[in-house]
């Protein structure tokens, strides 16, 4: 079956500039994840959607950031007037809701804002 | 907020040598989760231990959660090189629902 996946998987982008990354998650997984890794570190929870609660953005880092899930499936992170300091590799996963919370990882987006 | 330690930060050994990394916190996790990731790609599941004192073995990768369920360790039997990647461990809080708390992460360099 098919994983979790993400497009683009690169993006490089001016600084200024608007940028929006894609995920699709895994099929019948209600739950979806996005965070962020700097290199070589650990992840930064960004965003948690679960069904159609209302999503948990306490991650966010500022008001640029911003996401949605149409349809209860694909993901879209969107980021507005990128700064240099949102460079990092963006995660996407997805989870079923059970009895533990095991998540499921695209091969995520690498952002380079120049 | 709910803070998982790992330690090592950083680890080089040679092939065959054992290893063993650490996550530690003050809270108790429902469950904890150990990630290995590669460069390039998304973390990847490794094991999900559930009950206080529960070992889990997979190959040559022994897990451990802490009797009381706030630690968790991960012992690697004659490494080799296959074995590099970045190791994460990720815990369920009692309260979290299923937002995960990830640690920083282990950086495990194998050397032929």
């Known amino acids: 079956g098919a994983g979790v996946s993400q497009s683009p998987s690169n993006k490089v982008t001016e600084k200024g500039k608007d940028v929006e990354l894609r995920c699709d998650p895994i099929?019948?997984?209600?739950?979806l994840y996005w965070y962020r890794q700097s290199l070589g570190q650990g992840l930064e929870f960004l965003i948690y959607?679960?069904?159609?609660?209302?999503?948990?953005k306490s991650g966010l880092p500022s008001d640029r950031f911003s996401a949605e899930r149409t349809g209860g499936s694909v993901s879209t992170l969107t980021i507005q007037r990128t700064q240099q300091e949102d460079s990092a590799v963006y995660l996407c996963?997805?989870?079923?809701?059970?009895?533990?919370?095991?998540?499921?990882f695209g091969p995520g987006t690498r952002l380079t804002v120049t | 907020t709910q803070l998982l330690e790992q330690s090592p930060q950083f680890l080089s050994i040679q092939e065959g040598e054992n290893l063993t990394v650490y996550c530690n916190s003050s809270?108790?996790?429902?469950?904890l989760q150990w990630y290995r990731q590669e460069p390039g790609e998304g973390p990847v599941l490794l094991v999900t231990?559930?009950?206080?004192?529960e070992v889990k073995k997979l190959k040559r990768l022994t897990f451990q959660f802490g009797d009381a369920r706030k630690d968790s360790s991960l012992h690697i039997t004659a490494a080799q090189p296959g074995d590099t990647g970045l190791y994460l461990c990720?815990?369920?809080?009692?309260?979290?629902?299923?937002?995960?708390?990830f640690g920083e992460g282990t950086q495990l360099t194998v050397n032929p």
């Open positions: 996963a997805s989870s079923l809701i059970g009895i533990t919370y095991e998540q499921y």
């Open positions: 099929s019948g997984h209600t739950a």
């Open positions: 959607f679960q069904g159609n609660s209302a999503p948990d």
């Open positions: 809270s108790v996790f429902s469950s």
């Open positions: 231990v559930v009950t206080g004192g």
């Open positions: 990720a815990g369920e809080g009692e309260t979290s629902g299923s937002r995960l708390t």
